[in-house]
T-cell receptor, first 116, second 120 residues
Framework: NAGVTQTPKFQVLKTGQSMTLQCAQD?????MSWYRQDPGMGLRLIHY???????DQGEVPNGYNVSRSTTEDFPLRLLSAAPSQTSVYFC???????????????FGPGTRLTVT | AQTVTQSQPEMSVQEAETVTLSCTYD???????LFWYKQPPSRQMILVIR??????QNATENRFSVNFQKAAKSFSLKISDSQLGDAAMYFC?????????????????FGTGTLLAVQP
């Protein structure tokens, strides 16, 4: 299993540009989430999904869109990038219905995004 | 809303010694999970240990153990026989067990982290 994969690893954007951060998992997990990590603030939840076709907002959703058309993929879209969105972004997944006692969240390697 | 507080931005320990990282949380729920994650310079988030709130026994994983005090809402991590490879940022995290959309929300709430240095 590749686990949780994220692309790209690094990205530089200009203010106003749009882009999509990709996240995929091959563990048959129902739940997927996007977090951003900023210095001194830990990780904060942006959006999450409990299954294909179901998404909800987290703590800091403004400026980001998500969709979940398949169990495997959970892309994060920045509609119009702003310098305040400079951060490290982590995707995570968990909960395989065939192993409901497993509660661990598996994280991807992260994407470092800089908006100038 | 739940909150997680790590009051030690930085800690230092000598190799082979023991160190304790503090974490407190606030919640009105009775059923939840608590986690410690390690983030080395590689940036990868690694689960160190987890504790189910309904279990009174403190979780242990090799050199890592927790002191879970549910009434005090405290969840500290003890690292014994510290090694150079333990140097990292450590995050405490809370996960609600509330039901939504027919299943648990599974959202993690993180503290701000403690940067642990290990001195040779």
């Amino acid at each position: 299993n590749a686990g949780v994969t994220q692309t790209p690893k690094f990205q530089v954007l200009k203010t106003g540009q749009s882009m999509t951060l990709q996240c995929a998992q091959d563990m048959n997990h129902e739940y997927m989430s996007w977090y951003r990590q900023d210095p001194g603030m830990g990780l904060r939840l942006i959006h999450y999904s409990v299954g294909a076709g179901i998404t909800d907002q987290g703590e800091v959703p403004n400026g980001y869109n998500v969709s979940r058309s398949t169990t495997e993929d959970f892309p994060l879209r920045l509609l119009s990038a702003a310098p305040s969105q400079t951060s490290v972004y982590f995707c995570a997944s968990s909960y395989n219905p065939r192993d409901p006692l497993t509660h661990e969240q598996y994280f991807g390697p992260g994407t470092r995004l800089t908006v100038t | 809303a739940q909150t997680v507080t790590q009051s030690q931005p930085e800690m230092s320990v000598q190799e082979a010694e023991t160190v304790t990282l503090s974490c407190t949380y606030d919640t009105s729920e009775s059923d939840y999970y608590l986690f410690w994650y390690k983030q080395p310079p590689s940036r990868q988030m690694i689960l160190v240990i987890r504790q189910e709130a309904y279990k009174q026994q403190n979780a242990t994983e090799n050199r890592f153990s927790v002191n879970f005090q549910k009434a005090a809402k405290s969840f500290s991590l003890k690292i014994s026989d510290s090694q150079l490879g333990d140097a990292a940022m450590y995050f405490c995290a809370y996960r609600t067990q509330r039901q939504r959309f027919g299943g648990a929300t599974n959202k993690l709430i993180f503290g701000t982290g403690t940067l642990l240095a290990v001195q040779p």
